[in-house]
């Protein structure tokens, strides 16, 4: 059988798997992923290369940026039952917050079909949980945290972040579940968890991912959120609060007297 019998093209590769082939070139520059090469030089994919792209993708969804990904895989290849178990958290979690929007939106309906007007704070609540996009939430904490940045970090620190941001573009995403985790362990109440202290090494690990392990970055950081909470007006709209921060704090300072133990 020829090469083109066995493995997808970069363009069917693509398609299939719901990414642009730029991004496919992006990925083999950074030497994240290699393709086969034909006898003619023509790119393809096979099982092998799908499942490193499969790790690529799994690892880029979890926050972390390309250089880090780069980094992770030069040193070892992720079990794939370890990133399925990760994508399996993160997805649970996300199946939560839809099937609570879902929840909302069935209730309201059963209100109008009973006959009953939705009160104002009905209304409040699906607006926040159910129409307003991610695009829409990032605006918003644009304009309350760019002051504040502004404040904080100097103009070439700024810009500095910025180009790193640029780069890890899936960060955001790794850190909405992990808020969003914390929110859960919060409510349960106990910092000294196994659960607990699993999400305060990935909690720092995230802030170390921003920082690059530059402690006046990470401090800085932490004066922006403290500023933005005592804002009264911002407050509310924040995904996290004074009481999320202590919690993972606490379960930190576990998890380092468990690592001391060990």
């Known amino acids: 059988m020829s ?25 083999e520059a950074r030497g994240l992923l290699k393709p086969l090469r034909s006898a003619t030089g023509w790119r393809a994919y096979g099982a092998s290369e799908i499942a490193a792209l499969h ?10 940026p390309l250089s880090r990904i780069a980094e992770l895989l030069s040193r070892d290849q992720p079990a794939m039952a370890e990133l399925l178990a990760a994508q399996e958290q993160m997805l649970a979690q996300e199946s939560k917050r839809i099937g609570h929007a879902l929840r909302l939106v069935r209730a309201a309906r059963g209100k109008l079909k009973a006959g009953k007007a939705l009160s104002l704070d009905d209304l409040i609540q699906l607006t926040k949980e159910t129409t307003m996009t991610t695009q829409e939430k990032t605006e918003e904490l644009k304009a309350i945290f760019d002051p504040l940045i502004e404040k904080h970090f100097s103009e070439t620190e700024r810009s500095d972040l910025g180009a790193r941001a640029h780069e890890a573009d899936g960060t955001a995403q790794g850190w909405d579940g992990l ?14 968890s196994p659960a607990a202290k699993s999400l305060a090494r990935r909690w720092m690990a995230q802030v170390n991912l921003f920082s690059q392990g530059n402690a006046a970055l990470a401090a800085k950081a932490r004066e922006v959120w403290k500023d933005a909470m005592a804002d009264p007006a911002a407050a509310p709209k924040l995904p996290l609060n004074p009481e999320i921060f202590a919690f993972v704090q606490q379960a930190w300072k576990a998890a380092q007297a468990d690592d001391a133990k060990a």
Do not use: F, T
């Not at 970069?10 to 730029?22: F, M, N, T």
């Not at 790790?55 to 972390?64: D, F, H, N, P, S």
């Not at 914390?182 to 910092?191: F, H, I, S």
């Open 179 to 192: 808020m969003a985790e914390a929110r859960d362990l919060v409510a349960k109440g106990d910092p000294n």
């Open 55 to 64: 790790r690529i993708l799994a690892l880029k969804r979890l926050g972390l």
């Open 3 to 27: 090469l083109r019998d066995q493995h997808l093209s970069p363009a069917e590769a693509a398609k299939r798997l719901g990414v642009s082939p730029k991004a496919l070139r992006l990925y």
